[in-house]
């Protein structure tokens, strides 16, 4: 199993640009989320879902959209980039749709740099 | 609405020094608990969980009890290792199915 897995590595845009991180996992998981990862912040909740077709907002859902049409598949889009949308980004799956004591498991993550 | 409290870092140890990361919760109901370890440019991993009051989780060494009591899961390894060097978070389960994480600690280990 590849396990997460999340293109591209690194990334620079310019304001205003948009752009799919790509996210994709083939453990079957029906759980899949995605964070953002702020010097000293810890992680905050993007976007998560709970099985194909079903998305839902977390904490920090703005400038940013969600699909999920596929249970292996959950990109990530940003509409018109901004600067304080700097950051690392983590895409994660677990199994189970709604229970939170599964482990989840991590992809490496994308760098986004927004001049 | 639910958090955690985890010690800042930076923490700096000798190798073969006992660590402890400090870990506090605010909640509603009793979540499960973890501890993730982020090695240098990777993703996060599990290193440990809990998902009861009183449970124990451990591996490689690293320990946390759920401690209802104090609402604390206090990380714990007796002899830390270079290659231990990492930020550790820790975090609780949310109602969206989710992870609540503390702002991480990060730990370097000194040969």
């Known amino acids: 199993n590849a396990g997460v897995t999340q293109t591209p590595k690194f990334q620079v845009l310019k304001t205003g640009q948009s752009m799919t991180l790509q996210c994709a996992q083939d453990?079957?998981?029906?759980?899949m989320s995605w964070y953002r990862q702020d010097p000293g912040m810890g992680l905050r909740l993007i976007h998560y879902?709970?099985?194909?077709?079903?998305?839902d907002q977390g904490e920090v859902p703005n400038g940013y959209n969600v699909s999920r049409s596929t249970t292996e598949d959950f990109p990530l889009r940003l509409l018109s980039a901004a600067p304080s949308q700097t950051s690392v980004y983590f895409c994660?799956?677990?199994?189970?749709?709604?229970?939170?004591?599964?482990?989840?498991?991590f992809g490496p993550g994308t760098r986004l740099t927004v001049l | 609405g639910n958090s955690v409290t985890q010690m800042e870092g930076p923490v700096t140890l000798s190798e073969e020094a006992f660590l402890t990361i400090n870990c506090t919760y605010t909640?509603?109901?009793?979540?499960?608990l973890f501890w993730y370890v982020q090695y240098p440019g990777e993703g996060l991993q599990l290193l440990l969980k809990?998902?009861?009051?009183?449970d124990k989780g451990s591996n490689k060494g690293f320990e946390a009890t759920y401690r209802k009591e104090t609402t604390s899961f206090h990380l714990e390894k007796g002899s830390v290792q270079v290659s231990d060097s990492a930020v550790y978070f820790c975090?609780?389960?949310?109602?969206?199915?989710?992870?609540?994480f503390g702002k991480g600690t990060k730990l370097s280990v000194k040969p």
């Open positions: 909640a509603t109901g009793y979540p499960s």
């Open positions: 453990m079957n998981h029906e759980y």
């Open positions: 809990a998902t009861k009051a009183d």
């Open positions: 879902s709970v099985g194909a077709g079903i998305t």
């Open positions: 975090a609780l389960g949310g109602s969206q199915g989710n992870l609540i």
């Open positions: 994660a799956s677990r199994p189970g749709g709604g229970r939170s004591t599964d482990t989840q498991y």
